[in-house]
């Protein structure tokens, strides 16, 4: 089983910065992607933030040139630094892992419990 847990979220005013760290722990054989989703009250969950296992990357129009997605791949860690942070990117931030757990198969896809990111003046 492969358990994700996030952190790094708070309380930030506009035009401020945070950076979200999410841990996978668990067997993982091999990492095909990560994805950073949001989610703000009455609204569906949108993808952020995603970078492949070769290091494509990829960004929602809201947020590029604000936020950046990294990894390190040895720590089985994937962050969110989030620059320039706007009232509209108040939200809940998941993130989401799809992974490998054997030699075979295809993968699957993991999930955080959550992170509030609230930004506020």
């Known amino acids: 089983q492969v358990e994700l847990v996030e952190s790094g979220g708070g309380l930030v005013q506009p035009g401020g910065s945070l950076r979200l760290s999410c841990v996978a722990s668990g067997t993982i054989f091999s990492i095909n992607y990560w994805d950073w989703y949001r989610q703000a009250p009455g609204n569906q969950r949108e993808l952020v933030a995603s970078?492949?296992?070769?290091?494509?990357?990829f960004y929602a129009d809201s947020v590029k040139g604000r936020f950046t997605i990294s990894r390190d791949n040895a720590k089985n860690t994937v962050y969110l630094q989030m620059s320039s942070l706007k009232l509209e990117d108040t939200a809940a931030y998941y993130c989401n892992l799809n992974c490998k757990v054997k030699s075979w198969g295809s993968g699957y896809d993991y999930w955080g419990q959550g992170t509030q990111v609230t930004v506020s003046s």
């Open positions: 970078i492949a296992s070769g290091g494509s990357t």
